[in-house]
């Protein structure tokens, strides 16, 4: 069995989890508000470092078949790192969903980028005979 932790340990900890929520925080990584938006179909967060993130409610497995009036009660948690749908029971991670969009976006522009390497990769390739065909399923 794990010794109990002492008064000076626990501190310790405490003092670490507040400088870690603090740094996430200024990252952005917390809301501070959030609502939907019925014209775009997206969940719209304000962020604690300024930023606005519109979620497309068909990312959400949990939400993409709720009426307007079942995610209009959406709403943050009193710390701002959790998203809520109370109609739907539906909770989400804010920097899950931040960490989530941001890796999306950067992935979509590194596809798009052009370099030399790139173009000499896909003329091998194409001198290969292209891409293989994708087998029937």
């Known amino acids: ?36 938006d019925r014209r775009s179909k997206r969940i719209v967060l304000e962020l604690t470092n ?3 993130l519109g979620i497309p409610i068909a990312t959400l497995p949990h939400l993409a078949g709720a009426t307007a009036a079942q995610l ?25 969903l931040v960490m989530a969009m941001t890796a999306r976006e950067i992935g979509r522009r590194g596809g798009s980028v052009t370099s030399a390497d790139k173009r000499r990769a896909a003329r091998a390739n194409g001198a290969k005979g292209g891409r293989p065909r994708k087998s029937p399923a």
């Open 1 to 36: 069995m794990a010794r109990p932790l002492t008064e000076a340990e626990i501190d310790r900890q405490f003092d670490a989890a507040q400088r870690r929520t603090e740094e996430e925080r200024a990252a952005g990584l917390y809301a501070t508000s959030a609502r939907y």
């Open 50 to 52: 300024g930023y606005s």
């Open 72 to 96: 209009a009660d959406v709403e943050v948690s009193p710390a701002g790192f959790a998203l809520r749908v109370p109609a739907l029971d539906a909770d989400y991670s804010v920097p899950g």
